[in-house]
Each structure stands twice: as C-alpha cells, then as structure tokens.
C-alpha cells in the first residue's frame, strides 16, 4: 500500500491560488521544455549521483556506466522478468495502481473529476468511431499506473497481440502527483498516447500514456504489428508519469489484495511483470 503524498513545490502550485497562477505562468513560458532541454544535456550529468543517493536507486548492473546526461540515466534500459502465466494480466510498470470502474454510461471517476472514455480517445479527431473506441470499454475497468521520479521509465506489453496504431494527442504537461489531480483534468488534459491492443488472453484492452511536467517524450517501439507479453512497449522522457489501461468488462478480475487496498482510496506499489489480475472466468 502507498499512500498520497505530494512533493512541497507540487503543494504549492496546485494547492494555493498563487501558485495556481505561477504554474500557468510557468506552462506559457515553456519551462517545462526549456527544463527537458537541460536534463537531455551533458550539462546535466552532475545531477545523477545526488538523484541516485537522494532516492536509493538501485544501480545493480550499471557499475562503471558513463551516462552521457541525467536522461541518458533516467531512460537507461534494463532486463526485466514477468510473471508469464497467460492467464495473469501483469503491470506495465513499476509504479502505483489506482483502479476504477467503467459505468455503463462509460464514465469513471477520478480524484473528484467524471471523465468519459471519449474524453481519453478524442475518436473524431482520429476518424474513428465511437463503437471502435468508447462503447468497447462500457462497464469495464480503468487502471492507473502512476510512476514516480524515482520509477524505471520503461514499459512493456501487458500480453501478447496486436495493435494498430498510436494515436498522439499534443496536450499540457500538469505534474501527475494526486493534489495535481484533485485540481485538474489531467487525463484529458496532458500530452497523451494511446493505442488500442487486441490481445490473445484479454479482450481488446487500450493502453494511454500520458505525459507529466517535463515529460515531453513518449516513446513507443512500434506503430502496429504483433507484439509478445513482457517486451518493451516503450518508455518515458524524464521525471513522472502515467499509464492508463481500460479493460472490457468481464475480462479480468483484479487480485483480491490489490482490490481492497484501491478501493480504500489508496495506491497500490507494483513492479514492471508484477500479476496485478486474473482472466475471469466466464
């Protein structure tokens, strides 16, 4: 279990009327790009051993690595195992699992926002209908995969499958930390990705990346073709964000431990491969 905590910069700008105004002062301004420009910089690498000290990163395996800046650090690629039962529905990421229900209405409810599974897919905008998109996932679920500064920032396929396409949606770059979410659209509003999977165990299950402050890169290993469960899917620039999964309803059954603990209104900490839901039985 994780609870909600917020950084003191992410309580001030998201939790006081100033700070409000500075923060949008600071998205018109481009900081967030400016301050990506500098982490992807040689400049930046005397910020790696403070950042790895600070949050106790474990280094094991990259002993002697010469990291050409703080993101040549941040997005370095590692092996990974994974839970692969084809049976088991397994996390995309180290990170914190939120789970939600979809109404029939197709809506879902976030740290005080409804959202609707248009408001993720923006179909029209893609030339693509509401049955391809929003009525699939009508009484499903919704996983919130929230990563954390200190997370890995790689991602891989939850199962094996296909897909047909990333859909990329040019949007703000809002921190993903909870206050944030209490005090704005983020799922609608940040820079986003999405792709929609047909997987051989799972249904159709759509995948979202959501960009976070100064996360400018979303960057997915493919645009369609076949893919296989536990291969890298893709990966984050920089600092925090978010990986939303809808899954059709009667799909899966969410592990009993991690059920009572979202429901409860608390995180749930997972590892990239973590069985995090089974196949439901029919």
């Known amino acids: ?19 409000r105004v500075l923060l949008h002062a600071i998205l018109a301004l481009k900081v967030p790009k400016l301050l990506g420009f500098v982490l992807r910089s040689p400049v930046s690498k005397f ?24 993101n040549d650090f941040f ?4 092996e990974i195992t994974f839970d692969s039962d084809s049976t088991h529905l397994i996390s995309p990421a180290d990170s914190l699992l939120s789970v939600y229900e979809i109404t029939e209405e197709s809506k879902f409810h976030i740290k005080g926002f409804d959202y609707t599974l248009e408001d ?21 679920l919704c996983l919130v995969f929230r990563l954390c500064a200190t997370d890995y920032h790689r991602y891989c396929y939850v199962d094996s499958g296909s897909q047909n396409g990333n859909h990329f949606i040019q949007g703000s770059l809002y921190s993903v930390q909870p206050l944030a979410a209490e005090n704005f659209r983020l799922y609608t509003k940040n820079r986003r990705s999405w ?3 047909n997987t051989e165990n799972f249904g159709k ?4 990346e959501v960009g976070a402050f100064s996360v400018g890169g979303i960057q997915n290993r493919i645009e369609e073709g076949s893919f296989k469960k536990g ?6 620039d920089l600092h925090g964000s978010t990986i939303v999964l809808l899954l059709q309803k009667d799909q899966v059954k969410i592990l009993d431990e991690i059920k009572a603990i979202t429901d409860s209104g608390s995180e749930y900490r997972v590892k990239i491969g973590q069985t995090v839901g089974l196949k439901a039985e029919k």
């Open 195 to 197: 792709t929609i999977m």
């Open 75 to 78: 997005t370095r690629k590692k």
């Open 120 to 140: 993720f897919f923006e179909p029209a905008r893609f030339g693509m209908s509401k049955e391809e998109t929003t009525e699939a996932f009508k009484g499903g």
């Open 231 to 236: 291969e890298e899917k893709g990966y984050f």
């Open 47 to 70: 910020y790696i051993p403070s950042f790895i000290k600070k949050n106790g990163i474990d280094m094991t395996g990259f002993e002697g690595v010469k990291f050409k800046s703080f």
């Open 1 to 19: 279990m994780a609870k909600n905590a917020n950084d003191k910069s992410v309580q001030f700008l998201y939790g006081t009327k100033g700070g």
């Open 205 to 208: 299950i759509a995948q979202i």
